[in-house]
């Protein structure tokens, strides 16, 4: 069992979602608000510690009008239980919910309980067991999931079959660099043949932003 996963995300014309050194401000003004609408309708939002420790982000709606029960709960993957304690996504602006690995420091743990909840997740060499993840999260309500990155979440979650829908901005930038994050990355798949194959639903433009929705076959 799991969410209807989407994964949400920003990208220059080249496929990078951040630069070398991890500045990230793609999306113009009107394709924020898209973005923070569907957070408003969606049940979590979820990304990876590399997020985290790069952008401190506070994955709550606040680039449209929202109270609180607006904010989707909040869903970090973070193995080593890395999230340091200052970070916004503790805050009691929403719910949060840190999925570590079995290797993770007992300590790291505690601390990180004394804010948010903890799920302990058996993945392969220590990793979190996204499986694992997702079904813990359906069967506490949660039907849908925003992904919101980065680049090796957004790889792993493919590998596994988990994404049901690509939602993509295309800002009119080029941004370069080997080093530079792209919207996938991970391991990749050897060949062609098994690239993640999609279907186009819809495109449009928000002021320069061109906006791509892709539907996911899924033959798991
Ligand atoms: N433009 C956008 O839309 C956008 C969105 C989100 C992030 N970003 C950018 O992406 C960059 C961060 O991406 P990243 O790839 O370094 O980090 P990430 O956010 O993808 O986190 C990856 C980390 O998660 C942990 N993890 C635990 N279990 C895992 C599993 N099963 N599979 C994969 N990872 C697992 C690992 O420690 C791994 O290194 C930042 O620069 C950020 O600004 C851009
Ligand atoms: N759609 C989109 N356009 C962008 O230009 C961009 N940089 C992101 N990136 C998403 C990523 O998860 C960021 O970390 C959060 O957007 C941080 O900001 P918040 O405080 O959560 O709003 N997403």
């Not at 193995?79 to 949060?96: C, E, F, V, Y």
């Not at 392969?124 to 039907?143: H, S, T």
């Amino acid at each position: 069992m799991k969410p209807y996963v989407i994964l949400s995300a920003a990208m220059t014309l080249d496929g990078k979602i951040a630069t070398k050194t991890g500045s990230s401000e793609i999306s113009g003004e009107k394709d924020l608000e898209r973005v923070h609408k569907l957070r408003s309708d969606m049940d979590a939002i979820m990304v990876g510690i590399g997020t985290v420790l790069v952008d401190d982000p506070r994955l709550t709606v606040h680039k449209v009008p929202a109270k609180k029960e607006d904010n989707p709960i909040r869903v970090i993957v973070d193995s080593k239980a890395r999230t340091p304690l200052n970070s916004r996504i503790l805050n009691a602006d929403a719910k949060t919910i840190i999925a570590v690995g079995n290797n993770a420091d007992p300590f790291k743990i505690n601390n990180l309980s004394d804010k948010v909840d903890v799920l302990v997740t058996n993945g392969e060499k220590g990793e979190v067991n996204l499986m694992e993840l997702m079904d813990y999260l359906k069967n506490i309500g949660v039907n849908s999931l925003m992904l919101e990155g980065g680049a090796t979440l957004n790889f792993s979650m493919f590998n596994e079959g988990l994404i049901d829908e690509i939602r993509v901005c295309v800002a009119p930038m080029i941004a370069g660099g080997k080093f530079a994050k792209t919207l996938v990355d991970g391991e990749g798949f050897d060949k062609m043949n098994d690239a993640v194959k999609l279907s186009f639903k819809e495109s449009y433009i928000l002021d320069g932003d061109l906006v791509l929705i892709y539907l996911v076959k899924n033959f798991f």
